[in-house]
């Protein structure tokens, strides 16, 4: 496997870190995120994403663990709760992807992150569903559309491991998923040859 740069938004995460550490080992990687790490980009705002890509050269895949959305009670949820996560996870690795397509190099990859809830939710979790579920609509869609043998996937982990004691109590039966698996999922989207995957990492 040839050597890629990879540039890694989340870096700082739950997920996004551990990711680093072993695909450092592998690959040049480009740590970002809005405060903590070398490289500080907003992916709620498009000027941010541009002026960071601006400074970054060509790259070979670009990966995104970070985003959020409203997380709260769905009967006093307001119009305005569900732009969180379209602001954020939904268009902030939209945008990711549709200013970085002229950085990558032919052959390049973008892998974004979505979620269980898209396809098993639970209480107070409907933002976070609803902008999965979109995520994975675009990624499908996407992916017929990208040029230059550009790829695109969908890392849609169940609820991890280093997060049960934060998130388990709301996601009552779901069992946590090893990091261990959702860094293959990761891997296959990297790594692999195909485009369009919602990659589910279940259990
Ligand atoms: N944890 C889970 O169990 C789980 C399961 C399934 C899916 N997911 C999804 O996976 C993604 C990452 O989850 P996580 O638990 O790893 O999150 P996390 O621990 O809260 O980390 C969030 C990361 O995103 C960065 N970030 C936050 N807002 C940003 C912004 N506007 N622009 C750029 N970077 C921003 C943070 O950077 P700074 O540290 O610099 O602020 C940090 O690196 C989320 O979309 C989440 O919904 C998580």
Redesign the pocket.
Known sequence: MDKKRILL????????SYLADRLKTRHELILA?????PVQ????SSDSIRGMYEQLGRLDAVII????AYFGDFRSMKEEDFYVGIR??MM?QINTVMLGRDHLNPGGSFTV????LADDPIRQGLG?SMVNGALHAFVQAAAIELAAGIRINAVC????EP?RDK?GPYFAGHFPVPMEKVYYGYLKSLEGARSGEIIRIYS
Do not use: W
Not at 65 to 68: E, K, L, S, V
Not at 113 to 116: E, M, N, P, Q, R
């Open positions: 938004i989340g870096a700082t995460g739950t997920i996004g995120s809005k405060r903590r790490s980009v907003d992916i709620t663990t970070a985003g959020n954020s996870k902030g992150t979505t979620g269980i976070l982990p169940g609820l991890v997060s998130y």
